[in-house]
């Protein structure tokens, strides 16, 4: 018979050097640049340009995350047969285009989950249980943790 395949869970001295500090480093949603439901696509490329993030989350007026977008999905949208169509970037709103399918976390305790899930994705959106943005952890704060981790003094060594 097969066996399962057991994961190994996060090293307990990996944990303990991270304390509760995900929920700590998270960049906070107000921080955090965005676009809104019912933006067209010409303000969602200006917002991008000029915040220089490559992806960005959607939300609503009341902060709830919807999606995710990007240059390259507008890019794509606007994409015609012989030509980039550019008058689409008025017409066209960016839940038309967005990302909808992505992993998020609610529980930013749960390390071995945003570890593995941030292999794959540069950020996480973080929110509540009625899917209220509450900021992101992204790549770069896990790797200023392990890097953290890399360089502590080892217990007993001298
Ligand atoms: O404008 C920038 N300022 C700083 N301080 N760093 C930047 C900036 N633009 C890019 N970077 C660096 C970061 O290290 O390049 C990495 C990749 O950026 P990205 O993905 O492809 O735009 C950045 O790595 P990161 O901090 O681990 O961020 C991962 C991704 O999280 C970014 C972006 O999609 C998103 N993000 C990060 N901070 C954000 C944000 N989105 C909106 N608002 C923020 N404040």
């Not at 395949?5 to 001295?13: A, K, L, N, T």
């Not at 047969?81 to 017409?91: A, Q, T």
């Not at 998020?104 to 899917?131: A, G, W």
């Amino acid at each position: 018979m097969k066996r399962k395949r057991e994961i190994p869970m996060i090293s307990e001295q990996f944990n303990d050097l991270l304390g509760n500090s995900l929920e700590e480093s998270m960049i906070t949603a107000e921080k955090v640049a965005h676009v809104q439901i019912g933006n067209n696509l010409e303000h969602a490329l200006l917002v991008l340009t000029k915040c220089g993030y490559s992806v960005i989350p959607v939300l609503d007026f009341e902060y709830k995350l919807h999606g995710l977008i990007s240059a390259a999905m507008i890019t794509d949208a606007i994409l015609g047969l012989e030509r980039i169509e550019y008058e689409k970037l008025g017409e066209l709103k960016v839940e038309e285009v967005m990302q909808t399918d992505f992993p998020i976390i609610e529980d930013t305790s749960n390390k071995e989950k945003i570890f593995r899930l941030l292999v794959d994705q540069p950020f996480l959106c973080v929110v509540d249980q009625v899917r209220e943005f509450k900021g992101i952890i992204t790549r770069r704060i896990i790797l200023k943790q392990v890097n953290r981790f890399i360089h502590s003094p080892v217990e007993g060594s001298k």
